[in-house]
C-alpha cells in the first residue's frame, strides 16, 4: 500500500481522526445507530471526492450503491454548492445505483469494478452493507450463510479498493449500546464479519441535537480519541 491517498472529510475534527481522511486502497465501515450520520458522511464524501486535491478531494468521481433509498440528489447539490461545485456538475460525477437484494448488491459491485477501471472513479460507496442481508438471512438459524455472503461481499470490496487504489466506504446500522460499544467488547449487530473485514471502522453516535460525535477503532486494544462535528444545511461541519 504504497500509493495510499486520503479524501477529506470536509471537517477538520474528523479529519485528524483518520489522520487526514479516508484512505484509498482500504475499506472503511461507518457503524452507528439510525440517524447517527452515516448516510450524511457518505453524501458528503461523494462530493468531497470531486475537488481538486488542494481543497482535500481527489479531482475524481464517486460510486454510490444504495441498499436503503435514502440517497438524495438534493442533498449531494447542497454539499456540492457549500464546496464551490456547480451542483449539476457534482451529480453527473456520481454513478448512482439502487441495489434491490443481497444479490443484485453483489453483482453491482461487480458492475463497479468494471466501471473503475474505465473512469477516473476514487470512492465507492456501499449504504448500507448489511441491510439486505439481515432482511434474507434472518435469526441465528440463518447466520452462517449470511455471514458466508457478507464475507464474500466484503472480500470483493476489498479487492476492488486494494486493485485499483480507490476508497472504499460501507455503512453498517448497529443499536445503540454506547456502554458496549464504546467500552470494550465490540459486538456490532452484523456479528464479527465486518470487524475483521474492514481495514477501518468509524463509529458514529448521536449527542445533542446536530451534534454528532466519531470515533475510530483501530483495535479495541489502542488508545482511542474522540471527534465531534455537525450535520447542517452545508452537509457535516465542524
Ligand atoms: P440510518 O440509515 O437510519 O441508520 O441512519 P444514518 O446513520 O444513515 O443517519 P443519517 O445520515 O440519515 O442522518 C440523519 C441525520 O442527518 C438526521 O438527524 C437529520 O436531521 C440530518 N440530516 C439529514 N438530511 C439533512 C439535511 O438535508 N439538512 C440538515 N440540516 N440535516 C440533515
Ligand atoms: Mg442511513
Known amino acids: 500500500r504504497v500509493n495510499i491517498k486520503r479524501i477529506s472529510t470536509g471537517v477538520r475534527s474528523l479529519d485528524e481522526l483518520l489522520n487526514g481522511g479516508v484512505e484509498t486502497s482500504a475499506v472503511t465501515e ?27 478531494g481527489l479531482s475524481a468521481k464517486a460510486i454510490y450503491i444504495d441498499t436503503e433509498n435514502t440517497f438524495r440528489p438534493e442533498r449531494i447539490a447542497q454539499i456540492a454548492r457549500a464546496r464551490g461545485l ?25 458492475q463497479a469494478r468494471r466501471i473503475i477501471k474505465q473512469d477516473n472513479v476514487k470512492l465507492l460507496v456501499v449504504d448500507s452493507i448489511v441491510a439486505h442481508f439481515r432482511a434474507e438471512f434472518p435469526g441465528r438459524e440463518n447466520l452462517a450463510e449470511r455471514q458466508q455472503k457478507l464475507n464474500k461481499h466484503i472480500a470483493d470490496l476489498l479487492k476492488i479498493a486494494d ?50 460525535i466519531a470515533k475510530i477503532f483501530d483495535s479495541p486494544y489502542h488508545p482511542e480519541r474522540e471527534a465531534t462535528f455537525k450535520i447542517t444545511e452545508e ?4
Open 86 to 110: 456547480d451542483p449539476d456538475q457534482a451529480l453527473k460525477n456520481i454513478y448512482y445505483a439502487r441495489a434491490y437484494s443481497s444479490d443484485h448488491q453483489m453483482i453491482l459491485a461487480e
Open 163 to 212: 486493485a485499483y487504489d480507490v476508497a472504499v466506504v460501507v455503512t453498517n446500522q448497529v443499536m445503540a449500546q454506547p456502554d458496549v460499544f464504546f467500552g470494550n467488547p465490540l459486538k456490532p449487530a452484523g456479528g464479527n464479519v465486518l470487524a475483521h473485514g474492514a481495514t477501518y471502522r468509524i463509529w458514529l453516535r448521536k449527542s445533542k441535537e446536530n451534534i454528532r
Open 30 to 56: 461507518v457503524a452507528g445507530e439510525f440517524g447517527a450520520g452515516k448516510t450524511q458522511f457518505c453524501h458528503q464524501l461523494a462530493v468531497m471526492v470531486q475537488l481538486p486535491e488542494d481543497k482535500g
Open 235 to 238: 452537509g457535516l461541519t465542524d
